[in-house]
């Protein structure tokens, strides 16, 4: 047994049962050796997962469908999606001689960091869910995350799960030579653009450079498109959705209708990227399909306390996931109060221009009586609301996160919680908190 996987699977198991953890027992590991993701033994079923959103919500979908096809399954389902993330899943669950205990592997990995990991991991499929632009300070422009990862899998000889409908992740299919690419659709529905006023990063043919023409827009850059000139985007979809029905919650796949976990256009996108990988492991998708009518989201992704009211909490880290994050929210019938929390930490990114990019004009909604500001950054947040003509009566300022939670409890109303990243673990801890006072745990 090798002495250093011993001590971080001793040191994990120690943690876990206080409930802490994390990434503490793979960043040990990665210290006492470097090399240590390379000498696992992977199951022969590896499934990574990466892009901008969804990374999380899609890999846990996927570990759950494999689960219930009846394979055993781990997967970092709390979104510990760096290499230290990484090496303390992989040891926690291998045996002394490196082994991992499984059928199948579901690991999300940080779109960033993937060119460093890939080849490590030995994946026999990767899914790739969408690319926008994102925290910038952190990683740079997307086209520069783009073509690392088109780099390590130009000789990739497994299965390329692909959104079909950005053109930017179309891009890894054209490169990837050897692989085998399987592409994800979403037809046109009710939701569906001919226009599309919000950021675009997919504009130009990656081929010839021309503007790409768009038969519908979903959301940002994703929807379907096709180059004039040289038939950029024309693709036969292995899983094409049709149908989708946002009054019973319901999408059409290959003649089967399903159930959409939640009631959102990228909650389709997650589904069908998951039926495309059921597919193209040959597997029944009527598990995934039992997996999308229970599943329920949790971490900061639609998750629900019950306060005095009912309080969903978001996690937003760019324009697009805004943007989506107020429809969502805006959607919903009824007065409501919302809070924002804004910081500008290493992990959210110290550049918060990304505010100015996403359409906060939403928020005038009357249905919305008052916007709190909260954070690190609340007053940069209540700025940018003003920049809106939203009126001041209905924004206010709260910094401290506590004190802002429990004035959405007091007002006796249903609200929602947006929140950056590193806002997002300590305010569901404050939620959980004041819910307990509510029902007496």
Avoid at 209 to 224: A, E, F, N, T, V
Avoid at 324 to 352: R, S, T, W, Y
Avoid at 358 to 377: K, M, N, Q, W, Y
Wanted: include cysteine; proline fraction near 4%.
């Amino acid at each position: 047994m090798d002495i250093r996987l011993g001590i971080v699977q001793a040191m994990h198991a120690v943690l876990s049962k206080t409930g802490r953890g994390g990434s503490l027992p793979g960043s040990l590991a990665l210290k006492l050796d470097p090399h240590f993701l390379e000498k696992f033994r992977m199951p022969p079923i590896v499934v990574l997962v990466t892009g901008t959103n969804g990374k999380t919500t899609t890999s846990n979908l996927i570990a759950e469908s494999l689960r219930a096809s009846g394979l055993k399954v781990v997967n970092n389902h709390r979104g510990d999606n760096l290499n230290v993330g990484i090496a303390t899943l992989l040891a926690s669950s291998s045996d002394s001689h490196f082994h991992v205990q499984a059928d199948a592997a579901v690991i999300e990995v940080d779109e960033l960091t993937l060119y460093r990991q890939f080849a490590n991991l030995h994946p026999t499929a990767l899914v790739v869910t969408n690319f926008f632009r994102d925290q910038l300070d952190r990683a740079g422009e997307m086209e520069t995350i783009i073509r690392k990862i088109m780099k390590v899998t130009e000789n990739f000889e497994g299965d390329l799960i692909l959104n079909g409908d950005d053109p930017n992740v179309l891009r890894i299919g054209e490169n990837a030579k050897k692989a085998r690419i399987h592409y994800f659709s979403v037809g046109e529905n009710m939701i569906s653009r001919n226009v599309s006023d919000e950021a675009s990063e997919g504009k130009f043919c990656p081929r010839c450079g021309r503007p790409l023409i768009y038969d519908y827009y979903q959301y940002s850059h994703i929807g379907r498109f096709h180059c004039p000139y040289d038939g950029f985007g024309n693709i036969r979809p292995d899983l094409q959705v049709t149908e989708v029905d946002y009054d019973h919650g319901t999408f059409t796949a290959d003649g089967t209708v399903y159930h959409s976990f939640l009631n959102t256009i990228y909650a389709v996108y997650n589904c069908a990227s998951v039926l495309c990988l059921m597919k193209t492991l040959k597997l029944d998708p009527s598990a995934a399909n039992q997996v999308f009518a229970t599943y329920q989201l949790k971490e900061g992704r639609n998750e629900v306390f019950e306060l005095s009211q009912p309080c969903t909490i978001n996690l937003v880290k760019n324009p697009t996931g805004a943007n989506e994050v107020m429809k969502f929210i805006c959607a919903q019938p009824g007065e409501k109060n919302l809070c924002i929390f804004l910081n500008d930490n290493d992990q959210d990114g110290h550049d918060i221009s990304w505010i100015w990019d996403a359409h906060f004009e939403r928020l005038g909604d009357p249905l919305i009586r008052t916007i709190v500001c909260s954070g690190l950054r609340a007053y940069d947040m209540a700025l940018r609301l003003k920049y809106e003509d939203i009126p001041m009566s209905r924004i206010r300022v709260i910094e401290d996160s506590t004190e802002a939670i429990r004035w959405l409890d007091e007002q006796n109303l249903q609200s929602y919680v947006i929140s950056t990243y590193t806002a997002l673990h300590p305010t569901r801890a404050i939620l959980k908190r004041e819910a307990a006072k509510h029902h007496g745990s």
